[in-house]
C-alpha cells in the first residue's frame, strides 16, 4: 500500500485509577493510549498528556504532534520532546518571605552590640577604619556596593581576612523602594557577582538607605539573604549638617544592648565617622559592650 493509502486512527482511552484518585483527592494527569493503525499494523504507545493539550478546541501545543508525542514516519514511531527552557537556580537556597528586617542582635550575649559599615569599599576610609578595629581588637560588619568592589579587590580581601562580615548592599546604592522584584534580584545579583571574585558569599542584604517593601522581601528570600536593618542612627551620612561631636553624642547617648549601629566608610568624605569611632568604641568597651559581626 502506499504512502497515500496509509489510514490512520487515533483512539485515545482513559485508563486512570478513579478510586485511588478520589480516595487521595488528587487528580493526576490522566494516562491515554495512542492507538495508531497504519495499513493493518497496530501500534500502541502510552503517553501522558496533560490537559492543556487538549484546551482551546483541543489543539496541540506548539511543537506538539497531533498523536501526543508520537510521530510516524514511514510507518515508524518516534517520540520527540520540546527542550526545556533554559533556566538559572538561584544563587542561594530559599528561604520564608520576612515581613520586616532585622533590627537587633538578640541572640549574641547579653551585652550584644553590632557596629555596621555602609557604602564601602573606599580606597582611603575602609583602610582606616580596619585599623581602628585592629587597634581594639572588635569585628563589624560592612554592608558593600557591588560597583565598588572590583577596583578594591584587596581591600575586600583584607576586609573579610580580619574577621569580618560582609554583606550585600545593591550594585549602586539604587533606591529599591519602587523597584520590581526582578528589579531587586538585578541589584542583588550584581553585587553577589562582585563579591564573589574576592571569594565572598553574602548571607546578608541591607536595602540602601533603609528603604524595604514587599518586592525587596521577596528577592532576599529567593536569594536566601537575610535582611537587616540598624536600631541606631548617629546620621554620619550627613557630613553638611553633623560633626564628629554629634556622632559620639547619639551613639552613646542612645545604644543599648542588641543594638545595630549605623556607620560609613563610603559614599562621601567620611573623615567625621573616623573620627568618632576612635571616641566612641573605647567608651562603649568600658561601658561592658561587646562589638559582634553579623
Not at 528561604?95 to 573606599?122: C, E, F, N, S, W
Request: overall charge neutral; hydrophobic content about 40%; some cysteine.
Amino acid at each position: 500500500m502506499s504512502d497515500e493509502d496509509l489510514q490512520r486512527t487515533v483512539q485515545i482511552e482513559h485508563t486512570g485509577n478513579p478510586a485511588a484518585d478520589g480516595a487521595a483527592g488528587v487528580r493526576r494527569p490522566p494516562r491515554r493510549r495512542v492507538v495508531a493503525a497504519i495499513g493493518g499494523v497496530t501500534l500502541v504507545a502510552g503517553v501522558s498528556m496533560t490537559a492543556g493539550i487538549l484546551s482551546s478546541g483541543g489543539k496541540p501545543s506548539p511543537g506538539t504532534t497531533t498523536a501526543g508525542a508520537l510521530r510516524t514516519v514511514r510507518g515508524t514511531p518516534r517520540a520527540t520532546a520540546k527542550p526545556s527552557p533554559a533556566w538559572t537556580p538561584p544563587k542561594h537556597p530559599a528561604t520564608a518571605v520576612a515581613t520586616k528586617p532585622q533590627y537587633y542582635v538578640d541572640d549574641q550575649g547579653p551585652r550584644a552590640i553590632a557596629l555596621t559599615m555602609d557604602d564601602g569599599p573606599h580606597p582611603v576610609y575602609t583602610p582606616q577604619v580596619l585599623e581602628i578595629f585592629r587597634e581594639y581588637d572588635i569585628k563589624a560588619t560592612f554592608n558593600m556596593i557591588g560597583g565598588q568592589v572590583a577596583s578594591n579587590l584587596s581591600i575586600v580581601r583584607e576586609v573579610s581576612a580580619a574577621g569580618h562580615t560582609i554583606t550585600n548592599h545593591t550594585w549602586n546604592h539604587a533606591d529599591l523602594l519602587h523597584l520590581t522584584t526582578r528589579q531587586v534580584l538585578s541589584q542583588i545579583d550584581r553585587c553577589n557577582d562582585a563579591l564573589a571574585a574576592a571569594e565572598q558569599s553574602p548571607s546578608i542584604f541591607r536595602a540602601p538607605y533603609g528603604n524595604w517593601s514587599k518586592a525587596v522581601f521577596e528577592a532576599c528570600a529567593e536569594r536566601g539573604l537575610k535582611p537587616v536593618d540598624w536600631s541606631v542612627d548617629p546620621r554620619d551620612w550627613d557630613t553638611a549638617q553633623v560633626d564628629t561631636q554629634e556622632i559620639v553624642h547619639t551613639v552613646l547617648r542612645t545604644t543599648r544592648a542588641h543594638d545595630i549601629i549605623l556607620e560609613h566608610d563610603g559614599g562621601g568624605v567620611r573623615r567625621n565617622t573616623v573620627a568618632a569611632l576612635r571616641i566612641f568604641i573605647p567608651k562603649l568597651l568600658a561601658e561592658g559592650y561587646k562589638f559582634v559581626a553579623m
